[in-house]
Structures are given as structure tokens and as C-alpha cells.
T-cell receptor, first 111, second 111 residues
Framework: QKEVEQNSGPLSVPEGAIASLNCTYS??????FFWYRQYSGKSPELIMS????GDKEDGRFTAQLNKASQYVSLLIRDSQPSDSATYLC???????????FGKGTTLSVSS | DAGVTQSPTHLIKTRGQHVTLRCSPI?????VSWYQQVLGQGPQFIFQ???????GRGNFPDRFSARQFPNYSSELNVNALLLGDSALYLC??????????FGQGTRLTVV
């Protein structure tokens, strides 16, 4: 059973701080990795994708990937109350046919 | 551009009944996947279809089935509904092996 592990949280940070979200995965064949944001009662929204080891920056978001350690992270700089949501880490399985989701980390940004 | 559209948005069914959920992918996307998300959990993969063929199946009973039509839209069918089938059903469309974008979901309640 391929698994994705995330700290469920809640992770609480003050407005303007950096939020750090972490994820480990078990399928060594995974090559593509995604972060989704999900507001309560809504569907997941894609915010970042990363395919190679290292960092990838997009605005206030930075994704980091280390395939040797089977570790993915997401940094959110200058956190805003509107960032308060559940963040889902999801690698593709080796076949590229299915996203494998963790339970998600709930982030709360206080103003 | 229209995103992924799902219908209906909400549905209430009785145990033992059958349900059909529908999904229209983003224009140009030929791959459609279905996920089930129960409260407090990450989405779980049910099926992936590409070019009208099933390319992946998750660990769900045979009561779950799906198909994809020539226009790449898709249906998910669930027979003999159980209380445990109550969940948010998500459809995602993508180019093959690329980023997946979710529809707004269908909230199914089985009573």
C-alpha cells in the first residue's frame, strides 16, 4: 500500500510569517508531485507542481523535493489569513495514473 | 475557459439505490479521473480513463464503475449504495501524466 504522510496539524502561524508544510511518500517510483489547497467544503485547488529535485518558486510559494529522502515540502511566505485551508500533498503513482493523497495539513493563519 | 464541471452538485439517495455522477473535462483534456473524499481524509483514487479506456483502478468494490464517452466526458456509477458511500466525489481532468484539475465535486449523502 503506497502511502503519503503529512502532519495533520493544525499548524498555526501569525500573519506575515512563513508556514512550512511537510510530506513523505513511500512509492519510490513517483516522479511527479503536487500540492493542493482545499478550503472547507470545497474541492482541491492545484497550487504547485514539482518534478525535479530541488526548489521551485511561484510567488509566495516554494516547493522542495528530495527524491532520495522521499520528501516534499511547501513553504508559504508572508502568510495571509486567506491561506487558512487544508494543504494536500499528492505524488503520482509510478504508472502516472493516480494521485496518492495524504490526509492533509490544516493551516491556520491568524491576523 | 470552462474548468471541470460536475453534476449534480448535491445528491441524497437511499441505501440500495443506484447513482450516476457526471463530469465534463477541461477542453483538450483527454484523461479523466474519479476520487472519493470522506470527511477528514484525503481523496482516494477510484478510476482513471484515457481515450475511453480504463487505465487505472483503485481499491473499490465492483459496485463502482465508470465510463468515458467520445467527447471525453465521463460517468461514475455506484450500485447498491451503502451508508459508507456518503462522500464528496471528485472528478479531475488532465493531459496524460500532467497536472490534474478538479471539478467542484458532487456531495453524495446516502440515508
Amino acid at each position: 500500500q503506497k502511502e503519503v504522510e503529512q502532519n495533520s496539524g493544525p499548524l498555526s502561524v501569525p500573519e506575515g510569517a512563513i508556514a512550512s508544510l511537510n510530506c513523505t511518500y513511500s512509492d519510490r517510483g513517483s516522479q511527479s508531485f503536487f500540492w493542493y489547497r482545499q478550503y472547507s467544503g470545497k474541492s482541491p485547488e492545484l497550487i504547485m507542481s514539482i518534478y525535479s529535485n530541488g526548489d521551485k518558486e511561484d510567488g509566495r510559494f516554494t516547493a522542495q523535493l528530495n527524491k532520495a529522502s522521499q520528501y516534499v515540502s511547501l513553504l508559504i511566505r508572508d502568510s495571509q489569513p486567506s491561506d487558512s485551508a487544508t494543504y494536500l500533498c499528492a505524488p503520482f503513482n509510478q504508472a502516472g495514473t493516480a494521485l496518492i493523497f495524504g490526509k492533509g495539513t490544516t493551516l491556520s493563519v491568524s491576523s | 475557459d470552462a474548468g471541470v464541471t460536475q453534476s449534480p452538485t448535491h445528491l441524497i439517495k437511499t441505501r440500495g439505490q443506484h447513482v450516476t455522477l457526471r463530469c465534463s473535462p477541461i477542453s483538450g483534456h483527454k484523461s479523466v479521473s474519479w476520487y472519493q473524499q470522506v470527511l477528514g481524509q484525503g481523496p482516494q483514487f477510484i478510476f482513471q480513463y484515457y481515450e475511453k479506456e480504463e487505465r487505472g483502478r483503485g481499491n473499490f468494490p465492483d459496485r463502482f464503475s465508470a465510463r468515458q464517452f467520445p467527447n471525453y466526458s465521463s460517468e461514475l456509477n455506484v450500485n447498491a449504495l451503502l451508508l459508507g458511500d456518503s462522500a464528496l466525489y471528485l472528478c479531475a481532468s488532465s493531459l496524460v501524466g500532467s497536472e490534474a484539475f478538479f471539478g467542484q465535486g458532487t456531495r453524495l449523502t446516502v440515508v
